[in-house]
């Protein structure tokens, strides 16, 4: 598997940033860390040898980036508000620099899609949800869509506009709800295990049936609990199965 890393100054979040990447060809999948961890978490944890026969093969290409939870919904030492701008410029790190840098790399045909697990699941489907113009859909597992599962009690505007499960039920502009209702690639799955939490994966999904938007929800059983084995099983089954 060829495997390259990478890192530039990026201008959004003023701190130099690392990026991962594994393969040669492919559609491209982003993944996003869990919680407070970084580009390499899903190399450590084994999960990109889990996918390594489809890297191999040509049929996806992975970047992996940095969270910035640490410096945003995970540092309960900063005032809410400076939590929340922190979070938009993550947002924009992705979507001015990533996006593009993934363009440059592979084509500016290539279909790219996010993915993540746990927290990593709420910014993968936000990240997708507010830019379908140039994200193509999302893979989450495991995981809840409201932020203010994260916040503390915090809620204002910005929470809202990064909450899925708060903004969706609102959306009118068709800019984003045909591009939304066009993916074929909205795929929320989870466990019904230890540290699962189900309902949230079939509360979103039941908000985004009501506005039109397909998605594919697949709710695994009790035995099936929120970790890495469980991660490294359901993402080469939906990679497989499912693209």
Known sequence: MRREITSWYSPALRREMPIASYGHYGFALLLIPTAAADYLEYERFQLLDS???????????????????????????MEPAHRAIRHNEFNQYVFDEVVPFIRNATSNETFIYTCGASFGALHAMNLFCKRPDIINGAISMSGVYDLTEYTRGFYDEQVYYNSPIHYIPNLSDSFYLDKLRASHHIHIYTGSGEYEEPDASRRFASVLYSKGIWCDLDVWGNDVRHDW?????????ILDKKF
């Open 51 to 77: 996918l390594a026969p489809m890297i191999d093969s040509g049929k996806l290409r992975v970047f992996s980036i940095d969270s910035m939870n640490k410096e945003s919904w995970l540092n309960y030492q």
């Open 229 to 237: 084995p469980t991660w490294r099983n359901m993402l080469p089954y």
